[in-house]
């Protein structure tokens, strides 16, 4: 029986062709989105342990977590005498006095802008960091040393000059260029190595330092220095291992790739789903034409058991065979992956790519999962094909929907129904989460009795193109549920494809929006739109002291710990922010504030049954857990412009946070200055801060929509990559049953129809099948989203946005998409031999 | 979306005629043929495989009558009718229709010539599934973008035995209905010849008497030209003139025939073989 499966397999490649396409594009998705995020950790990984190669301890001032959101906390400095009290406790060998942080460069006047971050760090050597010089010397007064690939691309050489800026700015001789390790920089960094004074004197540390590293004097075990040092620091210092240090940092740097991870894979997850259609389709359709010669096996003997047995296998070769390439694909496709998020805006490091036997593993494995779950019913029909099928003349007409299949499709339905409307009306995302699982399986199990039906109606404009029209729609009825399975997958994609699109313009149109309480006539923000901003407190400073300018209020971003989970609040000036923004205040007052204590928006205060006078439990990084006063309750748009639920005064702030960079600053200009004029005299005032950008609120909008339109068209490339699959499934649906309608064709052709209206024939076909998906997927896209912004929505209302222009592409590409998909089979038909096919058995 | 270029239509030389008036040959010339093939050669195959499927065959298709093709199988009687259709092409000689050389055309003016003159049965899978039985009998027209007259359709169907039938799909038909299905839609566009590749090879005996009791009287009483293919000597007994083919060449012909005369003559274009 093997040798059978095997041997039929081997037949039958042509016809499962498609199928192996399609479990290895799906598993190349796969295996892409997991070699990627590797590949990506790995680098990560590499990069900061290079950096902290040869220290055995490090000491930081304490802070309460690492990293928020991707963003490592900053702590206090530490002072220069326990620096010294390090220096001289015994057993301590070597140590380096650090000053490091964020900072940036610019070369003639021009931001430097890599992918990731500009370090700034004071000047280092073995034992303690990686870097060694290429050429030139280490940097002193008023001096840096640059990586060499920056320097490079920058066309640097040594004597130029550079400006480096972080809290302070300075210009700085180029005296020397480093590489790290190896390698001639960092990926997708700028490195700026500068003295220590330099360093401090940019990164407004005063004599205090970032860190202290340590290198034990020989013979000491490194972790007893470890423990006498904690104890002879006290509680406010932790000393780590150097390694530790860096697994923290690179840490914080891999949490967005986390985020990338699940959001690849849940797509490549609709990749494999679609394809799984695609699978089931295939197989149902070529054991349908093989049922005679199936019959034949069972009237020789064959038991049903091994008739089953010998389909799976045949799913089992082209699911292993399909993933195996697919695998070795999805290598390939990491690299396309790694672009495309780059262009999404996501600081991935380049680097050669690693594959982890777990990622084989599993690409494998779930491509071949999929394949054999696919195949279950097709295999379980053919098991059942009784053995005087194998006398009958014709094919056996496809089975007209059972009773149980209607009833159970539509209860499940009307509960999927309920269940949306109920969870839209509960305003519950996780009761959306439901009802759009059982709408799915609403649509699987009645697609076959609703999708011929719906071909029917779509398909009426067709009739008028005559007897290639009514017969292309006729056959796009003729099998319910291989129509379903076609009309299924791609409506699936077409789906998320809707569901995201909406979703994504009304995210857009809320993140956009929302700033209608904002009264100040232009904002100053950071160009490279930080998470917590990064604008000098300079700035601020600088764009009060003008004539131009009637009243200044800037806002500044900060994380903390929400009983373990990580939140934002916004901190602001109670004096001069009513200036700049309408501050609705439904209890309390914000002036309070100043007396320390938090303002919380409406719908916390209702959610958590917070009152003025309550007290709220707060983790900070710098001071930990911390009971603040609830001082007043903000209306809901004004959290919106403020962005966060939670506002702290900027002194409060100061108690709790060592991060002192501006997220925004709200300028209200004077009465009667120009616009124009008042730019002008801003931009000269912060000319020394290259990353502050001035917007009217417009461009700040503007801005703001363009990340969630960057994620936005990353996810919809993605999921164009299932709607491909699906595409292919309306191509090998359709060759498929030209194959089984060759006799059709061939009377079709000996009564004069010609080639081109059999080529219309099959491709009015394909049309409809992707129409009747449009159809479905919009429709159900359109519905999810707005459950779903119902069910987000609590409180405050919001707007489902539908962008009719966006779905009116979605749809048109779909369309020419399916016109595309029935190209191929509708020239294989048209070549067709006529009396080859009249005659064909 | 395209629409089909249905209404464009190579010009025939036909001319509507009456009803039940033998046909008058379209043509000046004095041969009343309605088909000729000529010093047809087809070969399949190549080398020490070939085989030579027709080897110079020629025979006239008289028009207004019913002409049986008969041989054993192998003889290359389907082949040579398959060629008179314009279904296949030939290696050599000449395949005329009317005064119209098929050789000469394209496959999209052959498709065209066997919509506007030609019609056909098969003799299993004649119809097209999805279409209603009224709908199968228009189908030539339909491609063409033009309607059935309606007098002449319900006179068929009424011929036919049809009525009550027309909404029907194939597969609620008999195999008798169908090929009476069949053999209207052959009819409806009024073709010069009409094709019929063992048309009751797929039927009992009684509902086959019919079909050819059918095929009989449409030339008897509406003057349709009709080849037939068949290998049974009682359905060569309905026609007019029976053509013998042996080894792809004509080797004779029987007016007048009988399922008697038949056998005979086959039993004869056995005999060599057998010897």
Do not use: C
Not at chain 1, 274 to 281: E, T
Not at chain 1, 510 to 517: D, L, N, R
Request: glycine share 10%; hydrophobic share 50%.
């Amino acid at each position: 029986m093997w040798r059978l499966t095997l041997a039929n397999t081997v037949a039958h490649r042509s016809r499962l062709a498609l199928t192996w396409l399609a479990v290895a594009l799906g598993v190349a998705f796969v295996a892409g989105s997991l070699v990627l995020t590797d590949t990506s950790s790995r680098l990560l990984d590499q990069q900061f342990r290079t950096s902290a190669a040869g220290v055995d301890l490090t000491v930081r001032t304490g802070a309460a977590f690492d990293s928020a959101m991707g963003v490592e906390v900053q702590r206090d400095p530490v002072p220069a005498d326990v620096a010294d009290r390090v220096a001289d406790a015994p057993g301590v060998g070597q140590v380096r006095r650090v000053a490091s942080g964020a900072g940036q460069l610019q070369v003639r006047g021009q931001v430097v802008a890599p992918k990731g971050p500009t370090l700034l760090s004071s000047w280092g050597e073995a034992p303690f960091t990686a870097y060694s010089l290429r050429s030139g010397r280490a940097p002193r007064h008023d001096e840096v040393v640059l990586d060499a690939a920056t320097a490079r691309a920058q066309h640097l050489s040594l004597g130029d000059t550079v400006t480096v800026s972080a809290t302070g700015s300075r210009r700085l001789r180029v005296v020397g260029l480093a590489g790290i390790g190896d390698a001639d920089g960092l990926p997708n960094s700028a490195v700026v190595l500068v003295d220590l004074p330099t360093a401090q004197a940019l990164l407004g540390l005063g004599s205090g330092l970032s860190s202290v590293e340590v290198v034990g004097a020989d013979g000491v075990s490194v972790p007893d220095l470890r423990s006498r040092l904690a104890t002879s620091l006290g509680a406010r210092y932790a000393v780590t291992s150097g390694q530790d240090a860096a697994a923290a940092s690179a840490d914080a740097a891999k949490e967005s790739i986390t985020y990338l991870r699940v959001v690849l894979l849940a797509l490549a997850a609709a990749g494999l789903v679609v394809g799984a259609f695609l699978i089931a389709n295939t197989f149902g359709i070529v054991l349908a034409q093989r049922s005679r010669e199936l019959a034949l096996l069972r009237a020789a003997g064959a038991t049903g058991r091994q008739v089953f047995a010998s389909v799976f296998g045949e799913a089992l070769l082209v699911g292993l065979a399909g993933s195996l390439s697919g695998t070795a694909l999805g290598v390939g496709a990491a690299y396309g992956l790694r672009g495309l998020a780059q262009g999404a805006g996501l600081a991935l490091p380049d680097g050669p790519l690693t594959v982890t036997a777990q990622t084989l593993a599993i690409s494998v494995g779930a491509g071949t999962l999929v394949t054999l779950l696919a195949s279950l019913a097709p295999a379980r029909r053919a098991a059942t094909v009784a053995p005087v099928e194998a006398m009958r003349a014709s094919d056996p007409a496809p089975h007209a929907p059972g009773r149980l299949r209607l009833v159970s499709g539509w209860v499940l339905l009307a509960l999927a129904a309920a269940g949306l409307v109920a969870a839209a009306l509960l305003r519950t995302v996780a009761g959306v989460g439901v009802g759009a699982a059982l709408l799915m399986t609403a649509l699987v199990v009645l697609g076959p009795v609703v999708a011929p039906r719906l071909a029917q109606a779509v398909g009426r404009p067709l009739d008028r193109a005559g007897v290639p029209g009514q017969l292309a729609r006729a056959s796009a009825v003729r099998n319910p549920r291989r129509t379903a399975a076609t009309v299924t997958a791609l409506a699936l994609g077409l789906a998320l494809i809707s569901f995201v699109t909406v979703l994504g313009s009304s995210a857009k149109a809320i993140t956009a929006g929302g700033t209608e309480a904002v009264t100040a006539d232009l904002l100053v923000q950071s160009s490279r739109d930080e998470m917590l901003g990064g604008l000098s407190p300079e700035v601020a400073r600088r764009v009060a002291a003008l004539p131009e300018v009637e009243a200044v209020s800037a806002v500044r971003f900060g994380h903390w710990l929400d009983k373990g989970t990580t939140s934002a609040l916004t901190a602001v000036d109670p004096a001069t922010l009513p200036r700049v923004a309408t501050v609705t205040m439904t209890g309390g007052r914000l002036s309070a504030l100043d007396r320390g204590g938090v303002v919380v928006a409406e719908k916390v205060a209702r959610e958590r049954g917070l009152r003025v006078g309550d007290t709220l439990a707060m983790t900070f990084p710098r001071d930990g857990e911390q009971h603040l006063p609830v001082v007043g309750v903000m209306s809901e748009t004004t959290a919106q412009a403020l962005s966060t639920s939670y506002v702290l005064s900027r002194a409060t702030y100061a108690a709790h946070y060592t991060e002192d960079v501006d997220a925004t600053v709200y300028v209200a200009l004077a009465r009667g200055v120009d616009e124009a004029r008042a730019r002008s005299a801003l931009s000269a005032a912060v000319a020394d801060f290259p990353n502050a950008e001035i917007r009217d609120q417009a461009e700040a909008a503007a801005a703001r929509a363009a990340a969630v339109e960057q994620v936005l068209g990353l996810v919809t490339v993605l999921l164009g990559f299932a709607v491909l699959i699906a595409l292919l499934g309306i191509t090998n649906t359709l060759a498929l049953s030209i194959v089984e309608r060759t006799r059709e064709i061939g009377l079709l052709r000996a009564v004069g129809m010609t080639r081109r209206q059999l080529r219309w024939m099959v491709r009015a076909e394909a049309v409809l099948v992707a129409a009747v998906a449009v159809v479905v997927g919009v429709v159900l896209g359109l519905g999810l989203a707005a459950a779903t912004l119902a069910g987000l929505s609590s409180g405050t209302e919001v707007v489902l946005n539908v962008p009719v222009g966006q779905l009116a592409a979605v749809v048109v590409v779909a369309v020419v998409a399916g016109l595309a998909a029935g190209l191929l089979p509708a020239r294989r038909a048209a070549r067709l031999d006529v009396l080859t096919a009249v005659t064909t058995q | 979306m395209t629409t089909p270029t249905t209404t464009t239509t190579t010009p025939t030389t036909t001319t509507p005629t009456p009803l039940t008036a033998p046909r008058p040959d379209e043509t000046p010339a004095p041969t009343p043929a309605a088909a000729r093939a000529v010093d047809v050669v087809k070969t399949y195959g190549r080398g020490e495989a070939a085989v030579r499927a027709l080897d110079s065959a020629s025979v006239t298709i008289p028009s207004g009558r019913f002409t049986a093709v008969m041989g054993p199988s192998g003889s290359g009687k389907s082949t040579l009718v398959h060629a008179l259709a314009g279904l296949d092409h030939i290696d050599s000689g000449r395949i005329l229709l009317g005064n119209t050389d098929l050789t000469t055309l394209s496959e999209r003016e052959r498709t065209l010539l066997r919509r506007e003159r030609l019609g056909f049965v098969f003799q299993a899978f004649n119809l097209v599934p999805a279409l209603t039985a009224a709908e199968n009998i228009a189908l030539p027209l339909t491609l063409a973008g033009r309607r059935p007259d309606p007098a002449w359709r319900a006179e068929l169907v009424d011929m036919l035995g049809l009525g009550g039938r027309l909404e029907h799909r194939p597969a609620q038909l008999s195999g008798g209905q169908q090929q009476r299905v069949a053999i209207g839609r052959a009819l409806v566009a009024r073709p010069d010849l009409v094709f019929a590749d063992e048309p009751t090879g797929n039927l009992d005996s009684r509902s086959g008497a019919a079909v050819l009791a059918f095929l009989r009287d449409a030339t008897r009483s509406l003057g349709q030209t009709i080849v037939m293919v068949t290998h049974d000597p009682v359905a060569a007994a309905y026609a007019d003139q029976v053509v013998f083919l042996s080894d792809g060449r004509v080797v004779d012909e029987l007016a007048a025939p009988t399922a008697e005369s038949v056998l005979a003559r086959m039993a004869r274009l056995d005999a060599p073989e057998g010897a």
